[in-house]
Structure formats: structure tokens, C-alpha cells
């Protein structure tokens, strides 16, 4: 099963950025879909973007325009670029990964989890 490692997280202020990571062990990286989801404290884990192995790419609603999500399966690696954050952004992130199917928002079809990283954002 691969194994998922985010970074990147941390303190920024409102309208400001941060650029996630997700690596990703393993020599099959490339048939995988990969995405993020968050969890705000007493808050269940939600979806924010998806990137399937062909490429289709999903995001939600509130982070339409603001975030970007990219993979380069030479790396192993997702990314999850976060421009204009807001504080209601703060969250812990996982990066997940699901061999079977297409991206889904459902976190019980996701087969794999990152230990999570935290964002924090200031007002």
C-alpha cells in the first residue's frame, strides 16, 4: 500500500499562501487518484481537491479560484497551492490516495492517509 507523507503547512496571514506536499512511496504512484481533504476542530474531514490519474481535477465550492492542485508522478508527489487564504481555511490537511474508482468526496473510499499537516490562518 503506498505510504503518504504531507508538509508544508503552517502560519500565514489572511491573503496570504502556502504550498502543500504530499510524497508518496512506491512505483505506482502514477495510477493513483490523489487528493485533500481538512479537518477543522470539532469539524468532520471534508474534501477539498481531488486530481484523478488521468488528470481530472475537482475542487469544492469555497476553494474554487484559490487553490491549485497539481501531481508530477516522476516525484511522486501532489501538490496543493493556497493563494488568498482565509482564516476559516485553518484546518489540519491529509493527502490521500485511492487505487479503485475516481476522485470521490467520501473520505471511506480513500485507501490510504497522511499523517496531516496543520494550516493556520491569521485574521
Known amino acids: 500500500q503506498v505510504q503518504l507523507v504531507e508538509s508544508g503547512g503552517g502560519l500565514v496571514q489572511a491573503g496570504g499562501s502556502l504550498r502543500l506536499s504530499c510524497a508518496a512511496s512506491?512505483?505506482?504512484?502514477?495510477?493513483?487518484?490523489m487528493g485533500w481533504f481538512r479537518q477543522a476542530p470539532g469539524q468532520e474531514r471534508a474534501f477539498v481537491s481531488g486530481?484523478?490519474?488521468?488528470?481530472?481535477?475537482y475542487y469544492t465550492n469555497s476553494v474554487k479560484g484559490r487553490f491549485t492542485i497539481s501531481r508530477d508522478n516522476d516525484k511522486n508527489t501532489v501538490y496543493l497551492q493556497m493563494d488568498s487564504l482565509k482564516p476559516e481555511d485553518t484546518a489540519v490537511y491529509y493527502c490521500?490516495?485511492?487505487?479503485?474508482?475516481?476522485?470521490?468526496?467520501?473520505?471511506?473510499?480513500?485507501?490510504?492517509w497522511g499523517q496531516g499537516t496543520q494550516v493556520t490562518v491569521s485574521s
Open positions: 490521500a490516495a485511492k487505487l479503485r474508482g475516481l476522485v470521490a468526496v467520501a473520505t471511506d473510499t480513500w485507501e490510504a
Open positions: 512506491g512505483r505506482t504512484f502514477s495510477s493513483y487518484n
Open positions: 486530481i484523478g490519474r488521468s488528470g481530472g481535477i
